[in-house]
């Protein structure tokens, strides 16, 4: 008899891995042993796409002409585009997305992305790509062609390394002439700011001069000229897109090992967000003699005095380092009292830009580094790690939570 085995194998093509580690530290740089980390996870909710189209009269680039290489050099139709790839090193966001390429389109605007651009008529949706609209384009049948676009790498003295787009061309359809011209500049260092500079404009006397950057489906800003003129303004363009999160729950919770290490690896699907969060633990473990004696030798001078003694040792909140925080400390250590002075915390964490700013501090810097009682991180990218120290006054060594 013959067996006939078949496998299945369910995926799921969204599938993915959050991995996210770090450790915690003592004041003494040790690990701090059994912090809890919680990972929680949010689903994400909507999206919004926002940007601002802002005139400017500082920092414009000057005008260097034509630039070194041609894409259109005579009167092109209304559907015509070119594509266009960013220098090596350039990648522009424009609406929360980074792209390499996009369209120089006959109409005279800028669609981002590798889908070729169409249409005619100025309005959010013509065409449905993340477009800057920019030439004068017209919301009803006069539309304006490119009759010549060229481009062009160099470095500004306002804004470094650029990437230059030259458009002339005519506001009415199917004219011969040139009765404006633009630039639109990608800023390298910049990546989600470009930077619009009319050369020239004539109005066409249509009134439907338009301005504008689109998602593709709407506008996220626009300006329309009804009578005046587009020449000698210059425009900055910002974009950005936001996402929310729709609800969050607890996913993992990590316990740091005796090195102050933590880490996470989860499943996830398109659409997850993490964000971790540290509580201040429950200190278990007890004052020792070793404390004790790590206070006296400061007071006695065989240690030298730095901002974390005194995170550490002043324990009376009297901005001194003496035999009365010494007599608290052994007080405590036998049971005599249960908590320090009311204006010192137990524990508080701090970045390893604090720490080391209060460790390199020669004078008593707490009101300057108070410290957190709770850290709860942006949303986060996999793969990343996050550092802090919790410092424990009164705790010379390493402490276990």
């Not at 690990?31 to 796409?49: D, E, M, Q, R, S």
């Not at 894409?71 to 015509?80: H, P």
């Not at 539309?143 to 470094?160: I, L, R």
């Not at 996999?382 to 390493?398: E, F, K, M, R």
Request: net charge neutral; glycine share 10%; charged share 10%.
């Amino acid at each position: 008899m013959r067996w006939l085995i078949i496998l299945f194998f369910f995926t799921n093509s969204l599938l993915g891995q959050f991995t996210y580690s770090g450790y915690i530290y003592n004041s003494n740089g040790s690990g701090a042993v059994n912090v809890p980390v919680k990972l929680y996870k949010g689903t994400a909710g909507a999206t919004t796409k926002s940007g601002t189209l802002t005139k400017i009269t500082s920092g414009i680039p000057s005008d260097r002409g034509r630039g070194t290489t041609v894409l259109f050099s005579s009167l092109n139709s209304d559907e015509a585009s070119i594509a266009v790839t960013f220098p090596s090193g350039f990648s522009p966001s424009y609406a929360g997305t980074s792209y390499s390429s996009g369209h120089v389109n006959a109409n005279s605007w800028f669609c981002f992305g590798t889908t070729s651009s169409s249409g005619y008529n100025g309005n959010a949706t013509s065409p449905n790509q993340p477009t800057i609209h920019i030439g004068s384009v017209d919301n009803g049948s006069t539309d304006n062609n490119v009759s010549y676009v060229s481009t062009e790498s160099y470095t500004d003295g306002t804004y470094g390394d650029v990437f230059r787009i030259r458009y002339e061309g005519n506001c009415k359809y199917n004219q011969q002439g040139v009765n404006y011209v633009w630039d639109l500049y990608i800023i390298k260092n910049q990546p989600s700011k470009q930077i619009v500079v009319w050369r020239t404009f004539t109005a066409d006397g249509s009134n439907q001069e338009q301005m504008g950057i689109s998602t593709g489906s709407a506008w996220m800003a626009s300006s329309l000229v009804t009578g005046g003129s587009f020449t000698s303004t210059s425009w900055e363009i910002n974009t950005t897109s936001t996402t929310t999160v729709s609800s969050t729950t607890l996913d993992a919770t990590a316990y740091t090992n005796s090195s102050g290490y933590y880490s996470f690896s989860r499943s996830t699907v398109a659409g997850d967000q993490f964000t971790i969060k540290f509580d201040l633990p429950t200190l278990v473990q007890l004052l020792t003699t070793s404390d004790g004696l790590s206070a006296s030798d400061n007071i006695l001078g065989k240690t030298a005095r730095t901002g974390l003694t005194y995170h550490v040792f002043d324990l009376n909140n009297d901005g001194k380092i003496n035999v009365a925080d010494e007599y608290y400390l052994f007080g405590r250590k036998s049971g005599r009292f249960i908590s320090w002075n009311t204006n010192v915390p137990y524990a508080r964490f701090h970045t390893t830009a604090e720490y080391n700013a209060i460790k390199a501090a020669t004078s008593n810097v707490r009101a300057t580094y108070p410290g957190l009682s709770s850290v709860t991180t942006p949303t986060l990218t996999s793969g990343g790690t996050l550092n802090y120290y919790l410092i424990a006054p009164g705790y010379a060594g390493q402490v276990t939570y």
